[in-house]
């Protein structure tokens, strides 16, 4: 959790959704991303 929602995009940022782990599998994420959230789910249990 963050205390704030607030997002300040660099230049390679396009755009950026809140969504949980499990549907950022969804979204076109790049290749470190994909599988960090995967590993992620995996030790969570999700």
Same mark, same amino acid.
């Given at each position: 959790?963050?205390?704030t929602?607030t997002?300040t995009?660099?230049e390679?940022? *396009?755009?950026?959704a809140?969504?949980?782990?499990?549907a *950022?599998?969804?979204?076109?994420?790049? !290749?470190?991303?994909?599988p960090?959230? *995967? !590993?992620y789910?995996?030790?969570?249990?999700?």
């Amino acid at each position: 959790e963050s205390p704030t929602e607030t997002v300040t995009p660099n230049e390679e940022i *396009a755009e950026w959704a809140w969504v949980p782990p499990r549907a *950022a599998l969804d979204y076109p994420l790049n !290749r470190y991303t994909t599988p960090l959230v *995967a !590993r992620y789910l995996e030790v969570k249990g999700g």
